[in-house]
């Protein structure tokens, strides 16, 4: 017992004296510029924690909106399995610490054997003859003895050169881009929902707008019509009224089609069967909300595909010190113990007890180059991983800039908008003035009718723009999402429950 002893203690001063081999770990370098381009001269940034984190959609002030994405966390199917992704992840961290420990085994078994014949020497073992020879002599089996075990043995190999801490750091590393990914997932559905749901509301706006058009052109076409019963105007009047009323009610009939599409996406981003869920019209009162931006160097922290490839990053560069670990020997320590006897009544008497103990120690002495190819492409996957995290997050930049540049025009272009509006209402009235006094013809009001309805229906368009890059800009932004909501990898194991939503 005392060689078991030192054995022990050898294994464990090794253990813990041994260090990781391979390259520790730092995120690939990105240099960030100080300001984003296209907020220059717009919008004072407010502080980043000004935007509301998880329900960043409140800042909209919509209650029929705040209702249904309240309903994603719960019901999203897209979002469920995400979580459950997250949760293999995190069994397989508990299952690379697992080689940490000893693997210990027990078994129980009995067996009966003998020899036939008297000079055959064959074992005989469940009725077949293994070895020996058997003559016509032989007279049948002699001898059988019975033998009953019960061992149990152990089974350690010292994590002497970092190979199975540098797996469990990869498994870390792994679940945590999966919690990223979790998290990515959770903001793109609740950005879909919030997008999906305003484009809507502006089918909504626009169904208005072609019902007051389609009411106006009813009254227009009356007016030609008595004008026409008088003789005052040709025929020709009344069917260029009667043409422009019809196109209104096929545009209203159009929007009406895609609106049902709309609803009928909101429903399976709530987890609700189309057909158990409807929408009833809405006026559209929500403005596009000042949304904080902060500096650019806080962004790569805030989003959460962005943290999926840095983790993937550092996983990838753990499998290098993983292939490196192979080019080392492998010590195990192995024990066993346990009884042994031909009587099952005798089995678990002292003399009964047999032991064993000794170390093994192993070295690949050729191995056709394997674990200098394996070697190779590990560092290459960490050369392909570390290019994808600098590609991440300049496309995050670019969406930044891209909806803030948005923005910015779209409010310019609402005002204009605005004064074209307000010149096509007034040059449309003047034109059905100057019709009903007969100094000019319908197609003035044809003509003046078309720019107006167009122009109110670009201002719709636009205000539908402005929301929409609103919610992207604040999905480009994070959330309000921060890289420290991921979970430690200390802390990550099948126990642990997936990374929930703040807002809930």
């Not at 919690?179 to 997932?185: G, I, P």
């Not at 990838?316 to 042994?340: C, D, H, K, R």
Request: glycine letters at 8%; a neutral charge.
């Amino acid at each position: 017992m005392r060689l078991a002893q030192r054995l022990v203690c050898v294994a464990a001063s090794a253990l813990l004296g041994a260090c990781a081999v391979g390259p520790d770990y730092h995120r690939p370098e990105l240099p960030t510029p100080p300001a984003y381009k296209e907020n220059a001269g717009w919008k004072v940034a407010s502080p980043a924690d000004a935007l509301k984190r998880g329900a960043w959609w409140e800042a909209f002030g919509d209650a029929q909106l705040d209702d249904l994405e309240r309903q994603v966390d719960v019901s999203n199917q897209s979002l469920k399995q995400a979580e459950a992704q997250y949760r293999q992840a995190a069994a397989l961290v508990s299952g690379a610490r697992a080689s940490l420990w000893p693997t210990v085994t027990a078994s129980l078994s009995a067996t009966r054997s003998g020899r036939y014949g008297s000079s055959g020497g064959g074992i005989v073992s469940g009725g077949t003859v293994i070895g020996g020879t058997s003559g016509s002599g032989s007279g049948g089996s002699s001898n059988p003895t019975n033998s009953f075990q019960l061992p149990l043995s152990a089974t350690w190999e010292p994590d002497l050169w970092g190979g199975v801490r540098r797996q469990i750091e990869e498994s870390a590393s792994t679940a945590q881009a999966s919690a990223a990914t979790l998290e990515s997932t959770r903001l793109s559905l609740h950005a879909q929902l919030a997008s999906t749901y305003f484009q809507l509301r502006i089918a909504d706006e626009q169904k208005r707008l072609l019902e007051r058009t389609v009411s106006a052109y009813e009254k227009a076409l009356q007016l030609t019509q008595n004008q026409y019963n008088v003789g005052v105007v040709a025929r020709a009047d009344v069917i260029q009224a009667e043409t422009q009323l019809k196109s209104a009610q096929v545009q209203a009939i159009d929007v009406g089609l895609a609106r049902a599409q709309y609803e009928h996406a909101i429903a399976v981003l709530i987890g609700k069967m189309p057909a158990e869920f409807s929408l009833p019209p809405q006026e559209l009162k929500v403005t596009p909300p000042a949304i904080p931006v902060d500096v650019p160097a806080t962004l790569l922290e805030r989003r959460p595909d962005v943290a999926v490839a840095e983790r993937q990053a550092a996983a990838a560069n753990a499998q290098i010190g993983v292939a490196e670990a192979a080019w080392f020997p492998t010590l195990t320590l192995s024990a066993s113990g346990g009884y042994s006897n031909s009587s099952w009544a005798k089995l678990l008497e002292a003399p009964s007890r047999f032991w064993s103990i000794g170390p093994r120690l192993a070295e690949t002495l050729f191995d056709g180059g394997a674990r200098r190819a394996q070697n190779a492409q590990a560092r290459a996957a960490y050369d392909a991983a570390a290019a994808n995290y600098r590609q991440v997050s300049l496309a995050a930049f670019q969406n930044v800039e891209d909806n803030l540049a948005a923005l910015r025009i779209l409010e310019q272009e609402a005002v204009a908008q605005d004064d074209a509006v307000k010149s096509a209402e007034r040059a449309l009235a003047i034109s059905i003035n100057q019709y009903r006094a007969g100094t000019v013809s319908y197609l003035n009001v044809v003509t003046a009718s078309a720019t107006a309805f167009s122009n109110e229906r670009n201002a719709i368009q636009i205000l539908g723009n402005r929301l929409e890059d609103s919610v992207q800009l604040i999905k480009a932004l994070g959330g309000g999402w921060q890289q420290d909501d991921l979970p430690a990898a200390g802390e990550i194991d099948l126990h642990a429950p997936a990374p929930k939503d703040s807002a809930r």
